[in-house]
């Protein structure tokens, strides 16, 4: 198409995926592995999601800014077929501010109003469903001080890494803490420090 650069994988339009049928309608199959394929766009012809409900704190856009300046693009912001972004507002603004020309971009061909906007959804919310594991986290980031890499990369602040680190209970809001004496869980305010019963 003109105007639009093409990577060489992506010289034909996005397929649909096949998928062979199933007892349960609830549960789609692959009937065979097909490619994801990514697109380079001008920036530009990318448009926001102006009923996005996923609101951006400060420091998300910053942190992105730092991982792709140091690791590249491993996303692309994922469109429907009119552009619109699915997938990928918070890289989306963050090459904004870098300033970059072309992005990589996948069209999700083939998917309903309504699954798209339920695709929107799931894509942020299945992330909070996710827990830290503390000890893991710990160690991973004590490997990665001893290898010299800027804990800054990881999106955690030098206060988080240095919490975890010492082996304190962890400040951020989004980390709960298993309660020893039960199945109950904690919550740590990452202002005043004060701990909730969740």
Known sequence: MKGRRKSTAAAVADPVRPVSTHSDPDIITPAEPSPILVHDWPIDHVKPYPGNARQLSDRA?????????????????????????????????????????????????????????????????????????LVLLEKEIGELRDMEIDLALTGFTSAETDRTLTGNDYAHPEIQTPNKGGSSKTVECPGCGHVFDR
């Open 61 to 133: 856009i910053p942190a992105l800014v730092r991982s792709i300046r140091e690791f590249g693009w491993r996303q692309p912001i994922v469109v429907d077929e009119d552009g619109v972004i699915i997938v990928g507002h918070t890289r989306w603004l963050a090459a904004k501010l870098l300033e970059l020309k072309w992005v990589p971009v996948h069209v999700a061909r083939g998917l309903s109003p309504a699954k798209v906007a339920a695709y929107r959804l799931a894509d942020n919310r299945t992330a909070d469903n996710a827990e830290w594991d």
